[in-house]
């Protein structure tokens, strides 16, 4: 009898040893309440497993069990392996002295001198069995730990989990639902059907807070009555949603509402066009004690506050020279066309804003006043030709 994609995934978990979690470079709290719950429950089969994203944990998510496992570089491939061709020259001593702020390694031979040519280098990798990625349409969502471990990727098998339509289907094992409204409600399923007995109560509020924080609290217009039945096993199996909801959404740092204030009071209306943006200063960001990780909290808070408008944006610069372009665009706004005028080059962040998908690019040597034009221009050219 064939396996079902969930059977194929515990097998394969069950026969690796070493297990690494990879989320996005642009993580959600999903993603990141997502891999949590997973390590957890990895754990308790005891398996060694490692979380690592190239991004930056919210500070609101760090509440969460095992927030600090969450690590944004791999601790192998540190080392270098020396390899001596020893088939015909026999090794007898091997030893090393330290001097002038060097090493020297001594390789001496029972018989002929070796040579340069006897050696061989290279680095030591990564120890790992099994990859398990989590909220990924593709490898290239990784960013810098793809690119600084591209024979990891290629090398090791990969369990892909994922809810995204245009997911790539790059693993050896792809458990893509695209019914399902979170990851999180992914493996809250995965886990019922096998080890339920293992969920216990920090791994249940990992779960639930991914499906609370990507449903909006069940506000959302894509939210299912499958969420809502995850989410009630959840908080039976003890999962904490008194202390998510606290977190998540009764919890905003002064900086975040200073930098959200000078955003209001810089609000700017095209109402022909249905856009509203904002744009920040180097000088607002300083004054409001806030960084480059607020600017996504400022435009949540517009597309929460404010309803009816096409496009969200805003135009900042959290660092003197170091322009940020971080925009939302509805749902019915052909986006591809935009994103053409706008140069190509904004990135698609993978996340979604209630009806809105949230996009940005990032430009050095420029200026919020010349990033502010090119924006409006892309999107009066856009509105006009549609």
Not at 368 to 380: D, P
Request: aromatic fraction near 8%.
């Amino acid at each position: 009898m064939e396996q079902t994609v969930q059977q194929q995934t515990f097998d394969l978990i069950k026969k690796s040893g070493k297990i690494l979690i990879l989320l996005p470079e642009s993580l959600t709290a999903d993603s990141v309440a997502s891999g949590l719950a997973l390590a957890l429950f990895l754990k308790k089969l005891q398996k060694e497993a490692d979380v690592i994203s190239g991004g930056v944990v919210n500070e609101n998510l760090k509440f969460l069990p095992g927030a600090k496992l969450i690590k944004n570089k791999l601790d192998g491939g540190k080392t270098l392996v020396i390899t001596v061709d020893s088939s015909v020259k026999k090794v007898e001593e091997i030893s090393y002295q330290t001097a002038e702020e060097k090493v020297h390694i001594y390789i001496k031979s029972k018989n002929q001198e070796f040579i340069p040519s006897d050696l061989s280098f290279s680095q030591e990798k990564y120890p790992v069995d099994l990859i398990i990625t989590l909220g990924a349409k593709s490898l290239e969502d990784f960013g810098i730990i793809q690119e600084k471990h591209p024979d990891l990727f290629f090398e090791t098998p990969k369990i892909n989990i994922d809810n995204k339509a245009d997911n790539e289907y790059f693993g050896v094992i792809n458990l893509v639902d695209i019914v399902a409204t979170s990851v999180a409600e992914i493996l809250a399923e995965l886990f019922q059907a096998y080890e339920i007995q293992l969920i216990d109560e920090d791994i249940a509020t990992c779960l639930l807070t991914g499906i609370i924080t990507k449903t909006q609290s069940f506000q959302h217009v894509q939210t299912t009555p499958r969420s809502f039945m995850k989410a009630s096993d959840l908080v039976s199996l003890g999962g904490r949603q008194q202390e998510i909801i606290k977190h998540i959404y009764k919890t905003k740092p002064l900086s975040l509402l200073k930098l959200w204030g000078r955003a209001l009071a810089k609000m700017k209306i095209l109402e022909d066009e249905k856009i509203i943006y904002s744009v920040l200063s180097a000088t607002d960001f300083e004054k409001s004690g806030s960084d480059e990780k607020e600017i996504f909290s400022t435009l949540k808070e517009f597309a929460e506050n404010l309803s009816g408008y096409k496009i969200l944006g805003l135009v900042s610069e959290p660092v003197k020279g170091e322009v940020n372009l971080l925009f939302a665009v509805h749902e019915q706004v052909a986006s591809e066309k935009l994103l053409q005028l706008l140069g190509g080059q904004a990135k698609p962040l993978g996340l979604i804003l209630g009806n809105y998908r949230v996009y940005e690019e990032k430009f050095s040597g420029s200026s919020v006043e010349h990033q502010e034009e090119h924006f409006l221009a892309a999107i009066k050219t856009f509105f006009n030709n549609n």
